[in-house]
């Protein structure tokens, strides 16, 4: 009867309400999807607030729930207790005859105060000359923010921290004060906002699905703006400018680990490997030319001539993203692929999602994983050899929660004779952060191997002999964090990227 009378309600206003509650103790949540920036909305849901008080009397309930009074109710409670309402506040006037305690609480005082008179949008409603908006799109994310804090189970700084302006919520509370000019810009605040992965396990675990990985990118834009980009990401976009990569490494070094036998030529596939992949790593390149050679695959490489996707440029918030978009723009025009395979999850999503949406890029991109899928399931890549080690998959984030591929990287362990695949604890769309994303590492490397320390250690946890990932940039945190385990004698894994372990298998 309640439900039907809360739906009534809905119909009078003009507004949905979603009701949910808990069936063993009878609490109904009556939630009311509006727009708080709209007034006229806003002044429907103070009516609509005394009216679910008059339901809760009907219907012989409470209007306190499991929550307490608080203020919100305070102004009607005599509604419900009456005499023993009055016994109380003759007891309290006894003991506090002057009202110093806990004044204008369970409604003694006799006034009315609304608590709906005050809205936490009204700077922005009113349109004050400090409030400088974001966008809509990213103004509408900030303000989708319920506050109920459930992103502190999913961030990665804040379970090593505990520091709430270190948690998405604490991220979008400063963002509000940002956009209403409350809170100046300054180097302290940038510090907040770069002390983050970007890892997206915020809205995986938002019952809102807030993006607060696009506030969080939003408000660096506008520390750039300012000029409050940290000096090292600053140096690290000279270098892509200068050198076609963060490391400041002459372009010739790209092709160091390339196998001698590698000649250059022109082909529909083009396998673009990265910065980290081509510069700290020297297992991926050859591994992946390996498997492509074994399995027949006509392919081509940009050689010396590949240059920086420009992601970190667009995680930190500078404007030369842009200016790096270009540059391969015109690089790929000469190679003409009809598709880019990578083995970079970063560059995968930066060419996926983020170059469609700044030039006209309409090249198929695919990451490895997802290209050796293909060819598993097409019967042209099948394995011989048994390898007979305990596995254990980490979902990079660029991969994972931000592109969604979570299953192509398990079949293909799956596909492996002999290899048992285990599973971290929190996985796919819960998996935590290696803590190497959102130019996190560059800025706050002790954090950052922390995060990874964790991650590591959940693995040895569970059994595993092999971390395997997708990606460079959680291969490299992954096997610093492996390292630091084995100093202190808390186990010994290995750290692999799925191309190796696929290449050993195909030996």
């Known amino acids: 009867e309640t439900i039907e009378d809360i739906r009534k309600v809905a119909e009078r ?13 009878g609490n109904l949540h009556a939630c009311v999807i509006m727009d708080p920036t709209k007034p006229e909305q806003w002044a429907e849901l103070k009516e609509i607030g005394k009216e679910f008080i008059e339901l809760a009397l009907k ?13 919100a109710k305070a102004p009607f409670i005599e509604k419900e207790l009456g005499l ?58 900030i303000f989708a923010c319920l506050m109920c804090g459930f992103c502190r189970a999913g961030c990665p700084t804040y379970r090593e921290t505990g520091v709430e302006s270190k948690n998405a919520r604490g991220r979008v509370i400063l963002a509000y004060n940002i956009l209403t000019g409350k809170v100046p810009l300054s180097k302290e605040l940038a510090e907040k906002f770069y002390a983050c992965t970007v890892c997206m396990n915020c809205k995986a675990v938002c019952p809102a699905g807030v993006g607060v990985a696009e506030i969080v990118e939003a408000a660096r834009r506008r520390l750039v703006e300012e000029g409050y980009l ?45 910065c980290v992949t081509s510069y700290q790593d020297i297992q991926v390149v050859p591994s992946t030319m390996d498997i492509l050679d074994r399995v027949g695959i006509d392919y081509a490489t940009m050689g010396n001539e590949e240059h920086c996707c420009g992601y970190l440029a667009y995680l930190t918030g500078s404007e030369r993203f842009k200016e790096f978009i270009e540059r391969n723009l015109e690089r790929f025009s000469r190679y003409a692929p009809k598709r880019i395979v990578t083995t970079c999850a970063g560059c995968y999503k930066t060419f996926k999602e983020l170059y469609p949406q700044h030039g006209t890029f309409r090249i198929e991109v695919l990451h490895i994983v997802e290209y050796l899928d293909q060819l598993i399931t097409s019967g042209k890549l099948k394995f011989e050899k048994s390898v007979d080690r305990k596995v254990i998959y980490h979902d990079p984030c660029d991969l994972g929660r931000h592109m969604n591929i979570y299953e ?51 693995a040895a946890e569970q059994g595993a002999e ?20 084995r100093k202190e004698k808390k186990g010994r894994l290995k750290v692999m990227d799925i191309t190796e372990l696929v290449a050993e298998a195909l030996a």
């Open 230 to 274: 940290p000096e090292v990401h600053r140096m690290l976009i000279e270098n892509i400018a200068q050198f076609g990569n963060p490391f400041q490494e002459p372009p010739e070094k790209r092709t160091d680990v390339y196998p001698s036998t590698y000649k250059v030529k022109e082909a529909e596939t083009l396998v673009f490997f990265g």
């Open 84 to 141: 023993s309402h009055r016994v109380m506040k003759t007891i309290k006037d006894s003991l506090d005859p002057d009202h110093i305690l806990n004044p204008g609480k369970m409604g003694f005082d006799q006034t009315v105060r609304d608590v709906l008179d005050y809205s936490a949008y009204k700077d922005f409603i009113e349109g004050l000359p400090e409030v400088k908006g974001f966008g809509e799109k990213i103004d509408q994310e």
């Open 59 to 71: 219907h012989k309930g409470t209007l306190s729930a499991e929550h307490g009074l608080g203020i």
């Open 13 to 25: 206003h003009n507004l949905t309400i979603a009701t949910f509650g808990h069936v063993g103790d």
């Open 408 to 458: 192509p990287p398990r079949r293909i362990l799956q596909a492996i004779p002999g290899l048992r695949l285990l599973e971290f604890k929190e996985n796919r769309s819960l998996a935590k952060c290696c803590g190497g994303g959102g130019g996190l590492k560059a800025f706050d490397l002790d954090l950052s191997g922390d995060i990874a320390y964790r991650r590591a250690a959940e």
């Open 466 to 485: 092999i971390i395997v990932s997708a990606c460079p940039s959680c291969k490299s945190s992954l096997q610093q964090a492996a390292a630091r385990l």
